[in-house]
């Protein structure tokens, strides 16, 4: 039987023995018999050392490590997290445009100023011409 392992509130891991071959008591027919069960796993990613899982290094035999699909808690959190990643990326946007706008205003608002400046200067010197 599988054992599980709780990682957490909501990361559950089983981890499933290896098959064992069978022996049968007839020599004869056990080596003419195909055998059902793989005795050997190749390495794979998803494969511990018994003693990594439980601290001891009792054992060497491997097992395949088995993840449970994604609770529903989990496909919510995950549903939320993408959610407030699109709002992220909207107002990143958002900003980007309001940043160019602010930039343009201050652009145009600099430009007025010096004209409003020109303009000012030469009004006091026509002032000061038509004083004298």
């Known amino acids: 039987m599988p ?3 709780n990682n957490g509130p909501s990361n559950k891991v089983a981890v499933a023995p290896q098959p064992q071959k069978r022996s049968n ?7 003419e018999e195909i055998p059902r069960f793989r005795t050997q796993v190749s390495h794979s990613p998803y494969q511990m050392n018994s003693n990594e899982l ?5 054992s060497n035999s491997r097992q395949n490590m088995v993840f449970s699909a994604p609770s529903e808690a989990q496909r919510l959190m995950m549903n939320e997290i993408i959610e407030k990643d699109v709002m992220i990326g909207q107002l990143k946007s958002r900003l980007q445009v309001l940043s160019a706008r602010l930039e343009r205003q201050q652009m145009e608002y600099d430009e007025e100023k010096s004209l409003t400046q020109k303009e000012s200067i ?4 026509r002032y000061l011409s038509v004083k004298k």
Not at 25 to 31: G, L, V, Y
């Open 3 to 5: 054992t599980f392992f």
């Open 25 to 31: 008591r007839h020599s004869s027919t056990a080596k």
């Open 54 to 58: 439980n601290g001891r290094a009792t």
């Open 122 to 125: 030469e009004s006091r010197n």
